[in-house]
C-alpha cells in the first residue's frame, strides 16, 4: 500500500502537471531521482487508474464497440488488468528509450533519466483520463486526455532533453506516431496472454491454448518490427527536410503501415457498401441513405447506411469497414472474443461465435426494439436496429443481403 506521505506527493504531482505544467517541468527537471523509484512513487499508482477502470467496464458493467455489446467473466477481466498494466509500464520504458534516441536528431541531449521523467510524468493527463473507460460513452473524455498528454510532452521536450525550441514540434510529432506503434506492439504482445473465445456454457472465460493464434501474433509483432525500421528512416529523412507538412504526411503515413503491419487493409469504397443495402426490406422502402469515406491519421474506414420503414415499424442498416483498423479490431483488441448471456428486467443480450464470425443480438421484452449485430473475420460489422419489429425479421433482413462481396475482401 502507499503511505500517506507518499500519496499526498503523488496527489501534489498529479495536480501540478496537470494544471501548472510550466512550473512543473524545470522542477522535475532539477528532482534527483531514478528511474526505478519514479515506477514505484509514481508511475505504477497512475497506470492502474486505466486498468482497474477497463476491468470496472468490461467485467462489471459491460462495454460495446463498434455496436457489439460484451462482457468479460472476472477471471478474465483480471488478467487482462495485470496484463494490460504490466504491458502500460513497459511502453512507457519503451517509448522513453525511442525519445532518448531521437535527442541528438532534434539537438537534444539524450539522457536516459530525463526521457523517462518525460514520458512518465507526461503520461499523466492520458493515465488519469483512462478512469473514463469504466463508461464506454464517455471515450471522447478519454481522448482528450491523451490529447493533453502530448501538449504535456510538447512542453517538456526542450526542458529535459535541451532541445532548441524550434525543433520541438518536429520532435514532438515522431515521438507521437512512435508511441502509437509501440502502443500497436503492446496490443499485440497482449494478444499472446488476453483470454481466448469462450464455448457456450462457459460461466466464465479460460484461459485455454492459444497456439494459433500466438504464432499469428507473433508474425504480426515480426512484421511490425520490419515496419518499425523503415518507418524510422522515413521520419528522420523528413524530419531533417525541416518541413512540419513533410513530416506530418511521413507520420500519417507511418500509421497506416504500422495498421497495415497487424492485419489492415484498404477499406471497400463507400458506393461499395451502398450498393448492397437493397431498396426495400421487409415490406419497408428505402427512405435515405448516406455513404462516406473517412480517413484519420493514415487510419482509413468506410460506412454505408439507410433507413426504412412503414406505418407501424423502422429499420435502421448500416454497414461498417473498418478498413485500416481492421486487424486491430478483429484479431488483437480481444473484445470480440466474448460470450455473452444476459437477461434484465427490461431485455436480453446475446454474443456467440458462429464460425470465424460475431453475432451480437438485443431486444426489448416489451417488442420496441431488436438489434441484430454481425461482424466478419475481415473486420466487417453489418449492424440492424429494428424498431416494433421482432428479432426474427431483423435477423432475415441481415440473412437476405447479398454479403458475398463483402466476405471475399482481405
Not at 79 to 96: P, R, W
Not at 240 to 261: F, I, P
Not at 370 to 398: C, F, W
Request: aromatic share 6%; with cysteine.
Amino acid at each position: 500500500m502507499i503511505r500517506n506521505e507518499d500519496g499526498k506527493r503523488l496527489v501534489a504531482r498529479v495536480k501540478q502537471i496537470l494544471l501548472s505544467p510550466r512550473q512543473a517541468w524545470p522542477e522535475i527537471e532539477r528532482e534527483p531521482g531514478t528511474i526505478g523509484g519514479i515506477y514505484r512513487e509514481y508511475l505504477v499508482w497512475l497506470a492502474l487508474v486505466p486498468a482497474i477502470a477497463g476491468f470496472v467496464g468490461a467485467s462489471i458493467i459491460g462495454y460495446q464497440s463498434l455496436g457489439f455489446g460484451g462482457r468479460l467473466g472476472l477471471g478474465a477481466g483480471l488478467v487482462q488488468l495485470l496484463v494490460g498494466l504490466v504491458l502500460t509500464l513497459v511502453g512507457a520504458y519503451v517509448v522513453s528509450l525511442v525519445v532518448d534516441w531521437l535527442a541528438p536528431k532534434f539537438g537534444g541531449t539524450p539522457n536516459r533519466l530525463a526521457a523517462f521523467k518525460l514520458v512518465a510524468y507526461a503520461s499523466t493527463a492520458a493515465l488519469v483520463g483512462g478512469i473514463f473507460a469504466i463508461v464506454p460513452l464517455l471515450g471522447l473524455l478519454s481522448l482528450l486526455a491523451a490529447i493533453y498528454s502530448i501538449y504535456l510532452l510538447h512542453l517538456g521536450l526542450p526542458v529535459l532533453m535541451k532541445n532548441p525550441p524550434d525543433r520541438t514540434l518536429l520532435y514532438t510529432i515522431t515521438v507521437v506516431v512512435c508511441a502509437v506503434v509501440v502502443n500497436l506492439l503492446v496490443a499485440a504482445i497482449a494478444g499472446w496472454f488476453l483470454p481466448g473465445p469462450a464455448r457456450p456454457g462457459q460461466t466464465d472465460i479460460s484461459l485455454e491454448s492459444r497456439q494459433d493464434g500466438a504464432a499469428l501474433t507473433a508474425a504480426k509483432v515480426e512484421e511490425l518490427g520490419r515496419r518499425i525500421e523503415e518507418m524510422g528512416r522515413r521520419i528522420e529523412a523528413a524530419g531533417r527536410s525541416g518541413e512540419v507538412e513533410q513530416l506530418a504526411r511521413a507520420s500519417r503515413e507511418a500509421v497506416g503501415e504500422m495498421a497495415r503491419g497487424t492485419g489492415g487493409r484498404k477499406p471497400l469504397d463507400a458506393a461499395q457498401l451502398k450498393a448492397v443495402l437493397p431498396e426495400s426490406v421487409g415490406g419497408m422502402k428505402r427512405g435515405g441513405y448516406e455513404a462516406e469515406s473517412r480517413s484519420m491519421m493514415g487510419l482509413n474506414m468506410s460506412t454505408a447506411k439507410a433507413s426504412y420503414q412503414d406505418e407501424t415499424r423502422s429499420l435502421r442498416l448500416e454497414i461498417i469497414d473498418t478498413g485500416s483498423a481492421a486487424g486491430l479490431l478483429s484479431g488483437i483488441a480481444g473484445w470480440a472474443n466474448v460470450l455473452v448471456d444476459r437477461e434484465t428486467d427490461t431485455a436480453t443480450e446475446k454474443t456467440w461465435r458462429s464460425g470465424d464470425r460475431v453475432i451480437n443480438v438485443r431486444t426489448e421484452k416489451d417488442g420496441s426494439r431488436a438489434d441484430y449485430k454481425l461482424l466478419l473475420p475481415n473486420g466487417i460489422v453489418i449492424e440492424a436496429r429494428g424498431r416494433h419489429m421482432s428479432l426474427e425479421d431483423v435477423t432475415a433482413v441481415v440473412a437476405g443481403l447479398d454479403l458475398r462481396e463483402l466476405e471475399a475482401t482481405e
